[in-house]
Each structure stands twice: as structure tokens, then as C-alpha cells.
């Protein structure tokens, strides 16, 4: 089936699932396929189960007049979104939605929600659910935008080359923003220079259709990445269009705005003064669409974060600052330094392995080692990963399981902890009842 006949069946029924468990009555299935799994195996359950069609890419599985046979199901699931990306090209009295892409190493979650807060107090404003930034998650994103949109936010996540690239294809962006590109995915990006010209599809395909970047000016590197881009918004502590600096750090960020708009303190709920460039960057982005300061102000003042993501937990006497969503180098050296300066006697870290660096992996793990060894903790935990392979003379647990055992017979007291870690080590789990 042509895309143009499918996505006629889709405004019929506007709701897709990957998922048959997860089905409501009228929905498309989509029998996608991994490793592990077959979807075309479940297309008949789906149909049981209350789902308008499903499509499906392997003939055995048709059901006549319920399922539909294409190709490659992801491809038409992408297809399927870069159809539905062009009608907001043509709306209306010539009214166009703005597409804003954002990708980077490290924060693009904090600061697509921080963006998605700011910009809905003014629009009406579609973005990335959770963390579905993916092949999957990005069209699924897509295509859940209705025509009321003024604004689309899409996270784009990536651990190699050519994937950016790939998702520019079928989003579209019209604008876009890199966080940074530190020490992430180091495996399949194959080292930093890597990163940064993964990453940089975003801007390559800004410099090709006349597009808009917002970069992080005091990077010297996103400096040279985005040369050639017709529009560019620029933001930072100096030489940029908006300015700002770090007021406090204790127990949360609070920063100030001091050119390009105005906003005398903004006081966040966020942890680490490495939340700063997040901030500024969605700063840079409501002012660049006129959202008004008060608006800005107030939208990141009321963001709180979740998702293991730079949480401050008070439990009794003790604060412990949560952010085992992810881990890389650069995201680890960030914490560990931000939580060092605290000002507090007792501190402990609980620290997970760092997932996917490669043949960098015990070189990352030995300089987070060394890094920590150049300040004073209460205690240090070191979980799983190329840290039990490395001698240090902290403690080495295997697994989050076992730290969380760690943790329960100490009955700490007054004291802070730091938790970190990459999604695999599930470090989140260490403060589980």
C-alpha cells in the first residue's frame, strides 16, 4: 500500500501502537520487528483485541480486510510521519509549524521539557513524550500532532553516525539546538570527533534548508559546527544574544538573565550549575518566539524534574540528589565536581558504570577514579561496569541490588548522597524501599 492510501486510513483512526498490550479499540497496530520479537505474530491478537488494521510486512500473517501489507513496516511507520510532517507546511491561510529539533550529549531531555514548558504558556505545543527520541519515537511523536499545533518540540537521541540524519529526514526541522557533544556513546560514534559530527547532522541539515540554530556560544566547538547557517541564535555567559550567569547553586540553580531579556532571578528546581546551559538555552528559545519574560520566568520556575533526572530527595536528615537516568564521562565529571563543592560535611557517592564507550571504557572508568580521589567523601560506592575491574580503594559492589543492601545498613544521618549512573545500571534502585 502507498503512503498516500495509508494515511488516508490514519485520519480515520488517528491512534497507532507498536505495542498489542498496550491497544485501545480503533487503533492502527503496527507489527514492527526486533531482535527478539516478530510484531507480525501479534497482528491477529491486536485485531482481537479492538484495533482498527494493523500493518504488516509478512503475508502469512493477512487477515482480509483487517491487515495491511507493506514493504517494511518501520519504513512505512516513518513514511507514514514525513507525509504527516508536510501538512504542517500548508495549513490554513498559509500558516507553517515551526519544528524545533534537539539532540546533544548530555541535559536535551531537561531541555526539551524546560522548551515544551515555556513555549505552551503561549502555544499550543506538541513535543517528545518522556524519552521516545528514538526511530520509533520520533514518528510515533509526529504523528500524535494535530492541527492545532503553532509549535512542534522533538528530542532526537543517537549513538551513531548517520542517525540524526536520519531523523531530520522525516521531522524536518526548521529549527534546531545541540546541547553539547561530550563523551557519550563513545562505541558507536567511534570517539568525540564522532560525536560531534553525528550530532552535527542536525546542523548539516539546517545549513541545507535555510534553517534556525540556537548554540551554546561560550562552545567554541558548536561555534565552528554551526557555520553556514543561514539564522543564528546565540546564548551564553558573553558575546551572545542572551546572556546569563549563575546566582546560586544550593540547594537548586538559580540563575539570572541579563541580556537579551531581562529576567533579574530565575529560581529553578533543579540541581548542579551543569542544569545551567539547559536553562539558558530555553531561555534563548522563548524569547527567540516572543514568549514574554514573566511567561519564561514562571514556566521554568514551576518545571520540576522527574525521571531520575537532577532530583533533590530529602529523606529524614538526609538530601540525596538522584540523577541515574544516564551517565557518561562528561555527565559524570559534571556531577561529581558540582556535588564536591556542595556545602556539606557529609558526603557519600553511590556511582553506576558508564554503558557503550568502547575501547575507552576502562581509560573513562580509571579518570572518573582519579577524579574522585581529589576530594574528601564520607564514603564512595563504585557499581558494576569496568569499575570492578579497575583497583581503587573504594567500595565495589557488583550491582544496584547490592548497593541498595549497602545503603540500608548504614542508617546514615544528616548526610548527602550523590546517585548516578548509566540506564543499564539502575541505579535508581538503590533508594527503593
Known amino acids: 500500500m502507498q503512503t498516500e492510501e495509508l494515511y488516508k ?18 487503533d492502527i497496530f503496527f507489527a514492527l520487528k526486533g531482535d527478539l520479537f516478530n510484531g507480525n505474530t501479534f497482528a491477529r491478537q491486536a485485531i482481537e483485541a479492538g484495533a482498527a488494521y494493523a500493518v ?47 539532540t546533544g550529549s548530555n541535559g536535551k531531555t531537561t531541555t526539551k521539557e524546560l522548551i515544551h514548558a515555556i513555549l505552551s504558556t503561549t502555544f499550543k505545543t506538541y513535543t517528545t513524550e518522556g524519552n521516545l527520541n528514538n526511530h520509533i519515537g520520533i514518528p510515533l511523536t509526529i504523528l500524535k ?7 512542534a518540540v ?13 531523523y531530520c529526514a522525516y521531522t524536518m526541522p526548521t529549527h534546531g539546538l545541540i546541547t553539547n557533544c561530550g563523551k557519550a556513546h563513545l562505541e558507536g560514534f567511534g570517539g568525540v570527533e564522532g560525536v560531534r559530527k553525528g550530532k552535527g547532522e542536525l546542523f548539516d541539515y539546517l545549513r541545507s534548508y535555510n534553517g534556525t540554530a540556537f548554540i551554546m556560544q561560550d562552545y567554541a566547538y558548536l561555534q565552528e559546527m554551526s557555520g553556514g547557517i543561514a539564522h543564528i541564535l546565540r546564548y551564553g555567559t558573553k558575546h551572545a544574544d542572551i546572556e546569563g550567569c549563575v546566582l546560586k547553586n544550593e540547594p537548586f540553580l538559580e540563575v539570572e538573565i541579563n541580556k537579551g531579556v531581562n529576567i533579574p532571578s530565575i529560581k529553578t528546581q533543579l540541581v548542579g550549575d551543569y542544569n545551567f546551559p539547559n536553562v539558558l538555552a530555553a531561555v534563548a528559545v ?8 514573566e511567561k519564561i520566568k514562571m514556566a521554568i520556575e514551576n518545571y520540576t524534574p522527574s525521571n531520575s533526572r537532577s532530583q533533590l530527595i530529602e529523606r529524614g536528615t538526609n538530601k540525596i540528589i538522584l540523577d541515574a537516568y544516564n551517565a557518561n564521562p562528561s555527565s559524570m565529571k559534571l556531577a561529581i565536581e558540582n556535588f564536591a563543592n556542595l556545602r556539606a560535611e557529609n558526603k557519600v557517592l553511590m556511582l553506576g558504570g558508564m554503558a557503550e564507550l568502547g575501547s575507552e571504557s576502562i581509560d573513562e572508568h580509571k579518570a572518573m577514579i582519579d577524579l574522585i580521589k581529589q576530594h574528601s567523601w564520607k564514603a564512595v560506592v563504585l557499581v558494576g561496569s569496568d569499575f570492578i575491574h579497575i583497583p581503587h580503594p573504594f567500595i565495589s559492589l557488583e550491582n544496584s541490588a547490592e548497593a541498595k543492601e549497602w545503603l540500608q545498613a548504614q542508617r546514615f544521618e544528616n548526610t548527602h548522597l550523590l546517585v548516578k549512573g548509566s540506564r543499564s545500571m539502575q541505579m535508581e534502585k538503590v533508594l527503593e524501599p
Request: aromatic residues 8%; hydrophobic residues 40%.
Open 56 to 102: 504488516i510486512d509478512e503475508p502469512q500473517y493477512e487477515i482480509p480486510g483487517k491487515t495491511i501489507l507493506v514493504k517494511n513496516t518501520l519504513n512505512s511507520l516513518q513514511q507514514l510521519a514525513k507525509y504527516h510532517r508536510r501538512q504542517f507546511n500548508a495549513l490554513p491561510a498559509g500558516r507553517q509549524v515551526p519544528f524545533l529539533a534537539i
Open 286 to 293: 522563548g524569547n527567540y518566539f516572543k514568549v514574554p519574560a
Open 9 to 26: 486510513i490514519f485520519l480515520a483512526h488517528p491512534s497507532l501502537q507498536t505495542d498489542s498490550r498496550k491497544l485501545n479499540s480503533g
Open 154 to 166: 522533538i528530542e532526537m537521541g543517537a549513538n551513531h553516525q548517520k542517525e540524526i540524519a536520519s
Open 145 to 151: 500532532i494535530k492541527e492545532d499545533a503553532q509549535i
